[in-house]
């Protein structure tokens, strides 16, 4: 494989991130609708039984939620579309994001052991752990990725780019 060539693993871990992203963003909205019809039942609630506001009511806590999972899914399509793409930043971005889910599902697990509780999303947990921490190896330690990611071969490509820039110009006459 020449440097030039973007790796297949590094294509499919670039669909799986657009496409977890995609999920996160209808999260996102959906948190925004609950939002919504959170504050209509707090009104609702107080108005009916008399009840107290929480401090921080419900409609907030869903919104920065909701905000928050945008977020990441922006960033995370944006970090997908530069894996594709050949980008060193969507490389990086991805194994940051990636290593950090990680550690979140680490610390969840110490949690549950103390609290000496099993729950569903553990079972789910695993084998997100497991992908994870195949994709971080992958495109850290991978000698394939590592050379289609390498500085050298980056600015080869741009070089290349100008050149063809430049054949244009030369092409239309303006040079």
């Known amino acids: 494989m020449n440097g030039t060539q973007v790796p297949i693993g590094v294509k499919i871990i670039a669909v799986l991130y657009c496409t977890f992203s995609f999920c996160f963003l209808i999260l996102g909205k959906i948190f925004f609708d609950t939002a919504i019809e959170e504050g209509r039942m707090d009104e609702e609630m107080t108005k009916i039984f008399g009840l107290k506001k929480p401090i921080v009511p419900y409609t907030v806590q869903y919104l920065v939620t909701g905000a928050i999972v945008i977020g990441l899914g922006v960033l995370g399509f944006c970090a997908g579309v530069d894996l594709w793409r050949r980008k060193a930043r969507g490389r990086v ?31 789910i947990s695993i084998p997100i752990l497991i992908i994870s921490t195949i994709i971080v190896c ?31 110009m030369r092409i239309l006459g303006l040079k």
């Open 138 to 168: 992958y495109l850290m330690f991978n000698e394939n990725v590592r050379k289609a990611f390498s500085a050298k071969n980056l600015n080869l490509e741009a070089k290349e780019k100008v050149n063809v820039a430049e054949l244009i």
């Open 93 to 123: 971005t991805i194994i940051i994001l990636t290593f950090f889910v990680m550690i979140l599902i680490i610390v969840r697990f110490i949690i549950d052991a103390v609290r000496k509780e099993l729950s569903g999303a553990d079972i």
